[in-house]
Nanobody, 125 residues
Framework: QIQLAESGGGLVQAGGSLRLSCAAS????????MGWFRQGPGKEREFVSG???????DYADSVKGRFTISRDNAKNTLYLQMNSLKPEDTAVYYC???????????????????WGQGTQVTVSS
């Protein structure tokens, strides 16, 4: 079992930046992929970005060039640097982790086994 805890959400003006963190604890296995998803008001949960154990990354088109995902395996921590934020980025952001997956990066929520409780990001216009 892996427990995930997000932090770093908040209220920011359009054009601003935030950095989300996700700390993994528990019986974390080596080699697990991680990702960020978000769910805006009245919307379904959607993929934002994913990263393999070895650092391979994937991004949703809507955030490419603005968001950067990274991880520190020694600290069991996942990050999401969000720049040039837009009002449409407003959502609850969730951290997710998979079972060991090598170099694979997942973009489907069904590929993830563990989820955090989410952190609210609100971007004002």
């Amino acid at each position: 079992q892996i427990q995930l805890a997000e932090s770093g959400g908040g209220l920011v003006q359009a054009g601003g930046s935030l950095r989300l963190s996700c700390a993994a604890s528990g019986r974390a296995s080596l080699g697990y992929a991680m990702g960020w998803f978000r769910q805006g008001p009245g919307k379904e949960r959607e993929f934002v970005s994913g990263i393999s154990w070895f650092g391979d990354t994937d991004y949703a088109d809507s955030v490419k060039g603005r968001f950067t995902i990274s991880r520190d395996n020694a600290k069991n921590t996942l990050y999401l640097q969000m720049n040039s934020l837009k009002p449409e980025d407003t959502a609850v952001y969730y951290c997710a982790a998979s079972r060991p997956s090598g170099t694979r990066v997942f973009s489907l929520s069904a590929d993830y086994d563990y989820w955090g409780q989410g952190t609210q990001v609100t971007v004002s216009s």
